[in-house]
Every structure is written in C-alpha cells, then in structure tokens.
C-alpha cells in the first residue's frame, strides 16, 4: 500500500515546471505540496522519454551503495499509468534503488503530459550535467519534432539562450560515427562545432579521424576546418560580420570582394529559424 512519508526537496527546475511537486527547504510557496508516497518498486516502469542511455555501472553502484547505508533521501518524481506508475524524474536514483534490493520508494506522483515528462528529464539531467552533448541534442530534437516546440521555446524551458539550443541540435547533422565519438568523450562539442564548417561528410570523417589520431585541441581544429584559401576579415568587416550575427542570432558570413561587391551568408537549421530570420528581415512567405 502506498502510504505518506515526510517530504525533502529535489530541485528547483522541476518545481518552475510542476508548481509544489516538491517541499523547498527554503521554506513554503504558495502552490500546495505535492503529497509523497511510499510506492512498491515493482509498479514503477522506465520513463520512455529518457534522454539519458548510459548509466555508467560504477557510479550506480555508488549510489546504490549509499542507499544501502542511509536511504533513497530524494524522491523521485511519477506519474500515474495503467495501474502502475511512470518515471517522470529519477531514474538514476530508481535504478540504484532495485540494486540496493529496496521494495518501496519514495515518490511524489503527478499527472504530466508526455511533453511535460520530456521537459523534466532533459531538465533534471541538465541541472545534473549527466547527458553527453548528443543525448542533449536528441533530447531538443524531439520536442521541437514530436511537441512542436520552437527553439526559443526550448531555451526558455531549460533556462539556455537559444543560440546554444541550435549549436547543439546541429551536431546531429554529423555523421552518425563522429555523433558517437562525441557521445563517448573522445571528440568535444568544440571538435564537433568546427567539423560542422566542413561541408562534405567525407572530409569531415577524415578530419575527425585525425583529430583523434593526432589529440588536436579546439583551436587547432577550428583552423583546420575552415575552408581553404579565405582571406582573414579587415576588422571593419569583421565588425559588421560581428554585428549580424548578434542581431540574427545565427551563424553569418561576410566575403567582401576587392572591387566592392561580395556576397553574405546566412545560416539557418529549421524551417521554423529560417521563418524567425525572414521575420527579423521584416520579410514573411505565405
């Protein structure tokens, strides 16, 4: 039977989604507390939005450990499903529980949306740094796919500006076997930003490759992949490059010619940022 059990907080973070999921220790709010129950373990099932897919064996085994000695003191966070329960938040926490052999858990329950069950997720393994840059960037994809959420949408959700909502999601325009290597630490999203200059797959598997094989650091591979032959910027025009880019909020590139003409280019990564661009440029397609 589930039954109530002193309440302790969790986060901040979650509590801005879901208003009283959890007691502050800061003191009391004006939403009412969510109630905390004691519910039996095995009526809980894994949250299928997860945006997190490594638990590394080492650090559950910590955690497990330390619950073995003191307790699950955090709750995690669950939502009521066919008779069982959801993982909304906590599964880190949730696995470490059934390694330490505990029957009941501590849990707030609340009705949550599937949107609303990705939001929490992506925002406790934020707070927590424990996504890899391409779990973070799957995790924004499927909002803006699945739910619909513009970027700057996102960014608000997660308290990011948007800039760094788009910087991230490009890195799933990589190749699948660099997406990987940046998955597992050994390429760093500045490695993963300066192979997004390239424009060919090819070259950027081979630059990638190099930059493994050889350790190169950011700056290094930042000069590497700029396209061969482009004149360094006079800084006037390195100014008004600078200046576009902070009012677009996008990536601009400015080649002046000699004889005073050149071209400027502006990227987008969605339908939904070229539409914001046109906007801001006080242009609109029907």
């Not at 589930?2 to 973070?13: E, I, S, W």
């Not at 599964?91 to 009941?104: D, I, K, P, V």
């Not at 929490?120 to 424990?130: F, H, V």
Request: hydrophobic share 35%; glycine share 6%; charged share 30%.
């Amino acid at each position: 039977m589930d039954h109530p059990v002193k309440r302790r907080a969790l986060g901040r973070g979650i509590g801005a989604l879901i208003p009283g999921a959890f007691e502050s220790q800061d003191g009391p709010t004006q939403a009412t507390p969510a109630p905390l129950v004691h519910v039996s373990i095995q009526r809980v099932r894994p949250n299928p939005f997860q945006p997190r897919q490594h638990f590394p064996e080492e650090e559950l085994e910590e955690l497990a450990q330390s619950i073995r000695q003191q307790g699950l003191l955090q709750p995690v966070l669950l939502r009521p499903v066919d008779g069982g329960y959801e993982l909304v938040a906590g599964e880190r926490r949730f696995r470490a529980a059934q390694r330490a052999g505990l029957s009941e858990i501590p849990a707030v329950v609340r009705e949550v949306d599937d949107r609303t069950a990705l939001e929490l997720a992506l925002i406790e393994n934020l707070q927590r740094t424990d996504l890899d840059p391409i779990e973070e960037a799957r995790a924004y994809e499927r909002l803006s796919r699945q739910f619909g959420l513009t970027q700057e949408e996102i960014a608000a959700r997660v308290g990011k500006h948007r800039s760094t909502i788009a910087n991230t999601m490009r890195l799933l325009r990589l190749p699948e076997e660099i997406q990987r290597e940046i998955a597992a630490g050994r390429l760093t999203a500045g490695h993963a930003r300066a192979l997004l200059a390239v424009a060919s797959p090819e070259e950027q598997r081979r630059l990638a490759r190099e930059f493994l094989q050889q350790g190169v650091s950011v700056r290094d591979a930042e000069r590497r992949s700029q396209p061969k032959g482009r004149r360094t910027l006079d800084p006037d025009w390195q100014a008004v490059e600078d200046r576009l880019r902070q009012l677009l909020d996008t990536k601009v590139r400015l080649l002046p010619r000699r004889n005073g003409s050149g071209k400027l280019e502006i990227e987008y990564y969605s339908i939904q940022q070229l539409n914001q661009l046109l906007a801001r440029l006080g242009l609109s397609v029907d």
